[in-house]
Nanobody
Framework: VQLVESGGGSVQAGGSLRLSCADT????????IGWFRQAPGKEYEGIAA???????TYADSVKGRFTISRDNAKNTVYLQMKSLLPEDTAMYYC??????????????????????WGQGTQVTVS
């Protein structure tokens, strides 16, 4: 396993969680990292991405509530989630790719652009 997500759990609506995505094998300071989620019975949704230069992209559904950041020294990307809603309930995945962020804002949130995926962490908001 190379990408490892953590930080999921159960919270009440309005609460906060911080997810982490660590690359256990390589330094990914030059990689584009994306966060995706999949709710039961629904398609994957790209929600946030961060490029190697720190530039970020957010889906409208999370803009203003979620913040993606990276700590290259720790080889970790974070997703700070605030004001959580029941509709945020999903399995959350991080993914990495060298080039996904270079193709434009739409590609940053396109799951097909990402090569390597973690196993996911569950977030439940009630």
């Amino acid at each position: 396993v190379q990408l490892v997500e953590s930080g999921g759990g159960s919270v009440q609506a309005g609460g906060s969680l911080r997810l982490s995505c660590a690359d256990t094998a390589y330094s990914y300071s030059r990689y584009c990292i994306g966060w995706f989620r999949q709710a039961p019975g629904k398609e994957y949704e790209g929600i946030a991405a961060i490029d190697s230069d720190g530039s970020t992209t957010y889906a409208d559904s999370v803009k203003g509530r979620f913040t993606i950041s990276r700590d290259n020294a720790k080889n970790t990307v974070y997703l700070q989630m605030k004001s959580l809603l029941p509709e945020d309930t999903a399995m959350y995945y991080c993914a990495e790719d060298r080039f996904a962020c270079l193709k434009g804002p739409n590609s940053r949130l396109d799951r097909n652009e990402y090569r390597l995926w973690g196993q996911g962490t569950q977030v439940t908001v009630s």
